[in-house]
């Protein structure tokens, strides 16, 4: 069975910090693709980050240099760091795994996790 599990959401301030994780099970985690994706209340899920299974990363505009992404092969973990938070960062959170191969197997989602920066 394949779980993903995103865990670290929560309330932040303007300009603060929030670090995100995403334990996997059930797939060989360091051959997958990885992201986050974030939806925000009445817009399209959105692309924020993602690592491949060689360590490669690619970020949204609007968040890049100040989100991180970063995977640790021996814990089947992928983290998003995320600094300088503003209100356009409050959505949902969702972690994504993809083979590398597209089509050679089905994309993974987890449930999401809440992130809200509010004063």
């Known amino acids: 069975q394949v779980q993903l599990v995103e865990s670290g959401g929560g309330l932040v301030q303007p300009g603060g910090s929030l670090r995100l994780s995403c334990a996997a099970s059930?797939?060989?985690?360091?051959?997958?693709?990885m992201g986050w994706y974030r939806q925000a209340p009445g817009k399209q899920r959105e692309l924020v980050a993602r690592?491949?299974?060689?360590?490669?990363?690619n970020f949204a505009d609007s968040v890049k240099g100040r989100f991180t992404i970063s995977r640790d092969n021996a814990k089947n973990t992928v983290y998003l760091q995320m600094n300088s938070l503003n209100s356009e960062d409050t959505g949902v959170y969702y972690c994504l795994a993809r083979t590398e191969v597209l089509g050679s197997g089905p994309d993974y989602w987890g449930q999401g996790t809440q992130v809200t920066v509010s004063l």
């Open positions: 059930g797939i060989s985690f360091s051959i997958y693709n």
């Open positions: 690592i491949s299974s060689g360590g490669r990363t």
